[in-house]
């Protein structure tokens, strides 16, 4: 058997307005001045509070905890009010791979378990992935936790499994976890970070990167 593993913001969901709207009325909740939205985009992947901590350095752990709870609050929000959509070509990928006796589909998230579950429900993807790790359980991307228990849900070896993601912390924690990482184009960080950071190779779209995982199961 292989294992693909899939980040979900800015690889499966393209979650970039619902991300960048949190943050800043989180920031602005806190009385501090909203951030650009390709500073915010770029700790996408990172657990909450990391990303937190390098977005507000300068700032004491109170005005950090306030960012951290006014996010919760705006993204649920919005997310109740509108899914984030997924990319174009992503449940067909997902249902391409899901059909082969060969091939587990997992996840590997810095979002929280509950908003995992709401994604899945919202895009009807139930059913689907044998292992879904979430930042409740692990430290932040790129430590190798959500991928090693991934690895052992699916009972497979690193050699056989695959990370798919759109961020470098995403493929530092490939190599972390003695994993293969394919980047992808349409996400949050540039393809030339992702190659260096490890990336085999950056798929410019679902359809790309279903092929390539084809050949790489093969």
């Given at each position: 058997m292989k294992l693909?593993?899939?980040d979900v913001d800015g690889t499966l969901v393209d979650s970039q307005h619902h991300i960048h709207g949190a943050m800043a009325a989180a920031f602005e909740?806190?009385?501090l001045d909203p951030l650009p939205r390709e500073t915010v985009l770029q700790i996408v992947g990172l657990s909450l509070p990391v990303a937190v901590a390098r977005l507000a350095p300068d700032h004491d752990a109170a005005i950090q905890a306030r960012i951290v709870e006014g996010?919760?609050?705006a993204f649920m929000q919005a997310r109740m009010v509108q899914a984030a959509p997924l990319y174009p070509g992503?449940?067909?990928c997902l249902d391409s791979l899901a059909a082969r006796d060969d091939i587990l589909l997992a996840l590997a998230t810095g979002k929280?378990?509950?908003g995992v579950a709401a994604m899945i429900e919202a895009h009807g993807l139930g059913g689907r992935f044998v292992s879904m790790q979430?930042?409740?359980d692990h430290p932040s991307?790129?430590?190798p936790g959500m991928l090693l228990t991934a690895l052992a849900d699916g009972g497979v070896d690193a050699s056989d499994a695959v990370m798919v993601g759109d961020t470098s912390f995403d493929m530092e924690m490939a190599r972390a976890a003695g994993m293969a990482g394919f980047g992808v184009a349409w996400g949050y960080h540039a393809p030339a970070a992702l190659c260096a950071s490890g990336a085999a190779l950056v798929a410019a779209d679902f359809m790309d990167l279903g092929q390539a995982l084809a050949r790489w199961a093969s």
């Open positions: 693909v593993v899939f909740g806190a009385g996010y919760r609050a992503a449940v067909e929280s378990r509950r979430t930042a409740d991307k790129p430590h």
